[in-house]
């Protein structure tokens, strides 16, 4: 079970009725230091393009956490690993608004490895509307304390490849077919999706 103080809905296919509220079990936010097995050397898969990646969570670090490699000021960073190397998904935690669903996963099943061939459009896919989100002030621990190490996970997101090819970012609302997303249980029968979005962005 997640930590959750957003509003979780069961998306239907036609997008007609939800599941109701429900609250998920909580968990201590300081009974683990979710970065302290941080990699300091990472995979090179990712090409130029949006994707889902799928993989194994290795660690959760939060802002200009400087011990670990190649810190990122604004943003938290999501260490996965995918055929045994460890990637960057790097999210927007700054003025950022977030909502919570669960529906079915987005493109193929989950599998590990770097899919590009997984779309994800929040109001096709999920039926998600921008009312929905909320201001998320605590995104930081919000998030940290919502993703398990070791656990599956699936981001979506965009990497430009060549150089970068160890890390992909944009996991927010950002074009049709193209908005990033963090995915908790997505080889279970409830996905758990985080959705996130800037304030001019409206839909």
């Excluded at 670090?61 to 190397?85: F, I, K, W, Y």
């Excluded at 990497?159 to 963090?182: C, E, F, M, P």
């Amino acid at each position: 079970m997640r930590a959750s103080s957003g509003l979780l809905v069961l998306v239907l296919a036609a997008c007609e009725s939800n599941g109701g509220s429900a609250q998920r079990d909580a968990s201590a936010p300081d009974a683990q230091d979710k970065a302290a097995a941080c990699a300091d050397t990472f995979g090179n898969e990712l090409t130029d393009a949006f994707g889902r990646l799928d993989g194994t969570v290795l660690a959760v670090v939060p802002p200009a956490m400087e011990r670990c490699a190649q810190p990122n000021s604004t943003h938290l960073v999501v260490q996965a690993t995918m055929h045994g190397a460890a990637y960057r998904l790097v999210v927007n935690v700054e003025n950022i608004f977030m909502y919570e669903l669960d529906a079915p996963l987005a493109g193929p099943a989950w599998s590990d490895g770097w899919h590009t061939d997984a779309p994800l459009d929040y109001v096709t896919n999920l039926c998600a509307r921008s009312s929905s989100f909320e201001l998320a002030p605590d995104a930081v621990q919000r998030v940290t304390d919502m993703i398990s190490l070791g656990e599956k996970i699936s981001i979506y997101s965009t990497s430009s490849g060549g150089t970068k090819a160890d890390s992909a970012h944009l996991v927010h609302r950002n074009a049709a077919n193209a908005d990033g997303a963090i995915v908790l249980g997505p080889d279970t029968a409830t996905p758990h999706y985080l959705l996130f979005r800037f304030s001019n962005q409206l839909f």
